[in-house]
């Protein structure tokens, strides 16, 4: 059964997309079917971590009642399928038909994982991306405006009786001025998924619009990246054996 997961925050700029375009390339690497949804309606920026140019169609195609879901997919270079959200701000003002909701039931079946990619905020647009899932993952730092902004999200998602697998700490320096792993896990109750350290390589390969995962797979933000990945799916990380070639990720379209 396919799982949809929403990546959540709260407070912006945590490191969502950052999130979703690494985890969904380990768990790719790992040999799962995965689709990419940016579910970021007003502020996409997905496209940009993946290096995915222009595309013809977007969710908001999809949202609009123009296309059906599964004609907005596109296979990224990498293996990963995205589906991705329109770039354009004339599009910004348009009302939309249809729901994520609603449309993303089509996909299922069509992937292991969905992730969706959702906006910061806990509004209608925070909301459709939860709505949508199955379950959520909640990102923070290591700070308390973002903890006490990733506590009201995780309340949202319960409210639509969604499971929360629990949540991620990135941007870790592990200094003083932080809040310590352990604080904000008594503060959130739920299970610590992966701690990602501040990392130079994952500003770097935002510049050069490839996930870290596969741009500087030894490093230590990616080896977290990997690890959070094999948590979600409940399965240990093994270094050196998950190594795969961009070939290996496509065929895995093609396994039953
Ligand atoms: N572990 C990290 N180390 C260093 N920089 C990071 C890390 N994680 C994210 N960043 C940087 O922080 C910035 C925000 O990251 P990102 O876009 O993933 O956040 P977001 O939560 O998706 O933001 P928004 O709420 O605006 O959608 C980016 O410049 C990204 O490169
Ligand atoms: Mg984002």
């Known amino acids: 059964m396919t799982r949809i997961i929403a990546v959540i925050s709260g407070k912006g700029g945590v490191g969502k997309t950052t999130s979703v375009s690494n985890i969904g390339a380990a768990l790719t690497d790992f040999g799962r079917k995965i689709i990419l949804v940016d579910g970021n309606i007003t502020t996409p920026n997905l496209n940009i971590h993946l290096g995915l140019s222009k595309t013809k169609y977007s969710l908001h195609d999809v949202l609009r009642g123009k296309i059906p879901i599964k004609q907005a997919l596109y296979l990224h270079e990498s293996g990963i399928r995205v589906l991705p959200s329109g770039m354009s701000f004339s599009e ?29 905020g806990l509004d209608n647009n925070a909301e459709s991306a939860i709505a949508a899932a199955t379950e959520v993952l909640i990102v923070v730092n290591p700070n308390l405006p973002s903890v006490t902004d990733a506590l009201k999200a995780s309340l949202l998602a319960k409210e639509y009786g969604i499971r929360v697998i629990g949540f991620i700490i990135t941007r870790y320096e592990g200094t003083e001025e932080e809040l310590s792993i352990e604080n904000i896990r008594e503060f959130l109750g739920m299970d610590l998924i992966g701690v990602i350290p501040e990392s130079r390589f994952i500003k770097k390969s935002l510049r050069e619009h490839e996930p870290v995962v596969f741009k500087y797979p030894d490093c230590e933000a990616s080896i977290q990246y990997k690890r959070v990945a094999a948590n979600i799916i409940g399965e240990k990380y093994e270094r050196y054996k998950e190594k795969k070639s961009v070939f290996k990720r496509i065929l895995n379209w093609f396994k039953s």
């Open 92 to 120: 910004l003002k348009k009302k939309f038909k249809k729901s994520l909701r609603d449309e993303i039931i089509d996909l299922v079946g069509e992937a292991d994982i969905i992730l969706i990619d959702s906006p910061a």
